[in-house]
């Protein structure tokens, strides 16, 4: 059998919009193995996933064995799934890195991580949960031709905070997320976007946190998508008085993260309308981790 360990992903971090994510150590964990029937699908935890082939991981791993052409076998699947779904914790491309690993393991293909990788941005259409779900830590990645271009950042002080994640009760679909964005922006909302994303990545890797209130503002998508969030902007203030370094976005919501010095964490208590629910959640540096167990 194979085990398989994603973590979770958070992606934009404010102004990164479709290109820069964190990996978190909160994760899905899949067990499969070749099986005599065409299907089994079983679930570890509470929440609705499909146990047939609508199966996000299944249907990953037919693609794999499609495409690179070799007939798959039958399978059962065992998920054990921590990531809270349409949340903006990255759970689909969760799906897809723990479809491609295991599929690379049962096929005994031996496709790199880098290849894995590149399939899974192409699955996912952008690159910003799918990099750091692969490599652990802050990943800043571009596509560019149909072609995977990424970075994992080299953040050495990254111990130093921590990041309170705050989830609701209610989903936030990222198509419906998606369609309230605008088809085009004006000169200086990229101009805008396009500093402070320099800003964020040079905050993060030289360890000048003070900087990162600034550094995670954004005018692409937070504003519009505050709009279908109820309290969003509320706990962006509440989080800001309370004595965050910076908030954002987590994906295309509705989860929101503020990033508080470790120092400081028993200061950092913030008052949330009843139905968000509030955890610290530390970055994973790792990454995917695949193992062959009895």
């Given at each position: 059998?194979?085990?398989?360990?994603?973590?979770?992903?958070?992606?934009?971090?404010?102004?990164?919009?479709?290109?820069?994510?964190?990996?978190?150590?909160?994760?899905n964990?899949?067990?499969?193995?070749?099986?005599?029937?065409?299907?089994?699908?079983?679930?570890?935890?509470?929440?609705?996933?499909?146990?047939?082939?609508?199966?996000?991981?299944?249907?990953?791993?037919?693609?794999?064995?499609?495409?690179?052409?070799?007939k798959?076998?039958?399978?059962h699947?065992?998920?054990?799934d921590?990531?809270?779904?349409?949340?903006?914790?990255?759970s689909?491309?969760?799906?897809?890195?723990?479809?491609?690993?295991?599929?690379?393991?049962?096929?005994?293909a031996?496709?790199?991580?880098?290849?894995?990788?590149?399939?899974?941005?192409?699955?996912?259409?952008?690159?910003?949960?799918?990099?750091?779900?692969?490599?652990?830590g802050?990943?800043?990645?571009?596509?560019?031709?149909?072609?995977?271009?990424?970075?994992?950042?080299?953040?050495?002080?990254?111990?130093?905070?921590a990041?309170a994640?705050?989830?609701p009760?209610?989903?936030?679909?990222?198509?419906?997320?998606?369609?309230?964005?605008?088809?085009?922006?004006?000169?200086?909302?990229a101009?805008?976007?396009?500093?402070?994303?320099a800003?964020?990545?040079?905050?993060?890797?030289s360890?000048?946190?003070?900087?990162?209130?600034?550094?995670?503002?954004?005018?692409?998508?937070?504003?519009?998508?505050?709009?279908?969030?109820?309290?969003?902007?509320?706990?962006?203030?509440?989080?800001?008085?309370?004595?965050?370094?910076?908030v954002?976005?987590?994906?295309?919501?509705?989860?929101?993260?503020?990033?508080?010095?470790?120092?400081h964490?028993?200061?950092?208590?913030?008052?949330?309308?009843?139905?968000?629910?509030f955890?610290?959640?530390?970055?994973?540096?790792?990454?995917?981790?695949i193992?062959?167990?009895?």
């Amino acid at each position: 059998m194979i085990k398989v360990r994603t973590p979770a992903t958070t992606a934009n971090m404010g102004p990164g919009f479709d290109c820069v994510g964190m990996a978190l150590q909160l994760y899905n964990t899949l067990y499969v193995e070749e099986s005599d029937r065409d299907l089994l699908i079983e679930s570890r935890s509470n929440q609705p996933i499909p146990l047939d082939r609508r199966n996000l991981i299944y249907i990953t791993i037919e693609n794999f064995f499609k495409e690179i052409g070799k007939k798959q076998p039958g399978l059962h699947m065992i998920q054990h799934d921590l990531i809270p779904l349409t949340r903006g914790l990255g759970s689909s491309a969760a799906c897809i890195v723990s479809g491609l690993a295991a599929a690379n393991e049962i096929s005994r293909a031996g496709l790199s991580r880098d290849e894995l990788l590149q399939m899974a941005a192409r699955l996912e259409g952008h690159p910003d949960n799918a990099a750091p779900a692969f490599l652990g830590g802050i990943v800043a990645g571009a596509m560019d031709n149909g072609r995977l271009f990424c970075c994992k950042l080299d953040t050495p002080k990254l111990s130093d905070l921590a990041f309170a994640v705050m989830i609701p009760d209610f989903p936030l679909p990222t198509e419906q997320a998606r369609k309230v964005l605008p088809n085009s922006y004006g000169r200086e909302d990229a101009v805008f976007n396009a500093s402070r994303a320099a800003l964020l990545t040079a905050a993060l890797t030289s360890g000048r946190f003070e900087l990162l209130k600034t550094a995670m503002q954004d005018v692409i998508h937070q504003p519009y998508r505050s709009k279908i969030i109820p309290g969003m902007n509320g706990i962006f203030a509440e989080c800001l008085n309370k004595g965050a370094l910076g908030v954002f976005l987590s994906g295309a919501g509705p989860t929101v993260i503020a990033v508080v010095r470790r120092g400081h964490l028993a200061r950092f208590v913030p008052k949330l309308p009843s139905e968000w629910s509030f955890q610290f959640i530390e970055p994973d540096d790792a990454g995917v981790q695949i193992e062959r167990i009895d």
